[in-house]
């Protein structure tokens, strides 16, 4: 990373990561190097890497595509899951384009069966994911890692070994180390960065390319940010505002118009709690388990994604980061008929308001614009009342 770049240019690059990825991606391809589609957090990314391939976020953001999907698929579905089909039913997704293998597990409805038709254009594996998080379970989703791991074997022509999958592990959690570090910054009061060029930083490393052991510098350049960022918050500080905690459904398609409005109307976002921030990060998978497939099996099923039923361990960790991040109010974002978090927004919110002691509100939304007018009013509205 070039030191000498000012903090907006740095928090712009990786911005723009996932905008030069059809660049990025051709070149991953023209070395030969194996690329695996994914679309959800409890992909256990450590196979992928163990056997030298690339993994690429396949959860489209944008409402581009969604007319064609809805050609094929109902409405009222949630946009990420119409965007995630109409990008592959168009062709116009670089990653979904060059991926030799999409993975999928069975989360919520939609993508599961959304799943099913994405066989017509890709090569899919879909890891039966189940919704308890009981020793049960764990058994069950020890072997689905062990069938996906098989999988790769007999698709890419490789052996994986455990070994191999060791060197994985320590690699992710340096990145994940290195991920809350960064995130970790924004606990100080004033906060160092926007929530916006925190969320810049979060969302772009997933679009980086140079995943692979003896590639990855990732975490340095993380390192890199961390030190610049706090030689400016020597002498620059941001001023104070009210801290909010962002949870609920994935950001990409919505991050604009809800952080966006947030940090126009006065206040800071300080935590994501949701996949793409707290969520993937926080839990390092056990290095020091000599069962790498036990090891793996843990740290992904323990995910507190509103799939699971219940689900305690969202409440944990929002828990711990309103204390940690010393947070005002706490914002949810649903996308639209996505029901598991929809309902599950009745405990998060007793939860935030009755156990915090702190505001709660909801918002549901779309990738469309059509509503930013009216979320940036609702939005603004909260936050004086801060
Ligand atoms: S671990 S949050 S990435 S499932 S928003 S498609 S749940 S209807 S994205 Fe998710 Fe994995 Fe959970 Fe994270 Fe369905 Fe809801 Fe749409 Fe969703």
Redesign the pocket.
């Known amino acids: 990373m070039e030191l000498k770049k000012e903090l907006p240019e740095i928090f712009e690059e990786f911005a723009e990561a996932r905008r030069n990825s059809f660049i990025s991606a051709k070149k991953v391809k023209d070395n030969n190097i194996p690329m695996i589609g994914t ?4 992909f256990p990314q450590e196979l992928a890497i163990a056997m030298g391939a690339i993994t690429v976020s396949l ?1 489209s953001t944008s409402d581009e595509t969604i007319p064609d999907a809805e050609k094929d698929l109902p409405r009222n579905l ?4 119409k965007s995630s089909y109409g990008f592959a039913k168009t062709d116009k997704c670089p990653y979904f384009y060059f991926s030799d293998l999409i993975v999928g ?1 069975t ?2 409805d ?2 599961k069966k959304m799943y099913e038709y994405l066989g017509q254009f890709k090569n899919v594996h879909v890891m039966n994911l189940p919704n308890t998080q009981s020793e049960d379970s764990l058994v069950l989703w020890k072997k689905e890692i062990i069938r996906l791991k098989e999988a790769l074997e007999a698709q890419f022509g490789v052996t994986i070994t455990e070994d191999d999958i060791r060197a994985a592990i320590r690699s992710r959690n340096d990145v994940r180390r290195a991920m809350k570090r960064f995130y970790s910054l924004s606990k100080l009061d004033p906060v160092p960065m926007t929530g916006v060029d925190q969320y810049k930083v979060l969302y772009g490393s997933t679009f980086r390319m140079d995943q692979r052991i003896k590639e990855n510098k990732l975490a340095s350049d993380i390192d890199d940010i961390i030190a610049k960022i706090m030689t400016e918050y020597e002498t620059n500080k941001l001023p104070k505002k009210p801290r909010i905690l962002v949870t609920g ?2 950001l990409g398609g919505v991050m604009e118009k809800i952080v966006g409005a947030i940090e126009q109307n006065g206040a800071y976002v300080v935590c994501y709690e ?2 793409g921030g707290a ?2 990060v926080e839990d390092l998978v056990d290095e020091e388990n000599p069962d790498v497939y036990d090891a793996l099996a843990r740290k992904y099923l323990n ?1 507190g ?3 699971m039923s219940p689900n305690p361990n969202r409440i944990l960790l929002m828990d711990r980061l309103i204390d940690e991040y010393k947070v005002d109010a706490v914002v949810e974002v649903i ?1 639209q ?5 929809n309902v599950e927004t009745l405990s998060i919110k007793r939860f935030v308001n009755q156990e915090k002691g702190i505001p709660y509100m909801s918002v549901e939304t779309d990738f469309s614009t059509s509503d930013a007018g009216q979320l940036n009013t609702r939005l603004a509205a909260f936050i004086e009342m801060l």
């Open positions: 679309f959800c957090t409890y959860c949630c946009p990420l899951i597990e989360t919520c939609g993508k459904c994935p949701n996949c969520k993937a995910i994604c509103s799939c996308l008929a996505c029901h598991t978090y």
